[in-house]
T-cell receptor
């Protein structure tokens, strides 16, 4: 069973508020990712990190920001939430040093954000 | 044209049926193909992965890749109610590394007892 945790699981918040979605993993994985998933739609990569102090934007443009100060922790922040940010946010991590590209990501259970 | 196309269903089958789930893709450079399973209110989990063309079997699950047709399939034999979930196909973006995946929309499967 994957040891990757996301909090909060559900969040309803008003427009303009600052929010941080937390993601922690205890597997020692260097690679961590944030995906966004709308109902009935594809997962889209919005941020990734290959290690401490490394962050990159993904394929889908996002107004969120991320940080990677510790290996196990990869929080996502929205400075000013808007209704268009309503979505599910999934955090994932991957083993380092894999000799084959198995595409195996370990996902958390997700944070479902609703912005009113 | 989307890079990966997947019929979202829903698909409802009786217990014991053989299930066929499919995806098509447009980029012939894709080499690594995955199937993820996502239960309701959970994150996806890797079910199977395949490199290039061919078949791969794991218990009741068989993954097939036909690169000439740009078509991948997942077969579930003797389907069980516990197989009820959304199945997502995924591919590694060419030039990208592990984790930078392109996902299909997912097919929602319901197996009725």
């Amino acid at each position: 069973e994957a040891d990757i945790y996301q909090t909060p699981r559900y969040l309803v918040i008003g427009t303009g508020k600052k929010i941080t979605l937390e993601c922690s993993q205890t597997m020692g994985h260097d690679k961590m990712y944030w995906y966004q998933q709308d109902p009935g739609m594809e997962l889209h990569l919005i941020h990734y990190s290959y290690g401490v102090n490394s962050t990159e934007k993904g394929d889908l443009s996002s107004e969120s920001t991320v940080s990677r100060i510790r290996t196990e922790h990869f929080p996502l922040t929205l400075e000013s939430a808007r209704p268009s940010h309503t979505s599910q946010y999934l955090c994932a991590s991957a083993r380092q040093g894999a000799t084959t590209n198995t595409g195996e990501l370990f996902f958390g259970e997700g944070s479902r954000l609703t912005v009113l | 044209q989307k890079e990966v196309e997947q019929d979202p269903g829903p698909l409802s089958v009786p217990e014991g049926a053989i299930v066929s789930l499919n995806c098509t893709y447009s980029n012939s450079a894709f080499q690594y193909f995955m199937w993820y399973r996502q239960y309701s209110r959970k994150g996806p989990e890797l079910l199977m992965y395949t490199y290039s063309s061919g078949n791969k079997e794991d218990g009741r699950f068989t993954a097939q890749v036909d690169k000439s047709s740009k078509y991948i399939s997942l077969f579930i034999r003797d389907s069980q109610p516990s197989d009820s979930a959304t199945y997502l196909c995924a591919m590694i973006r060419p030039g990208g590394s592990q984790g930078n995946l392109i996902f299909g929309k997912g097919t929602k499967l319901s197996v009725k007892p």
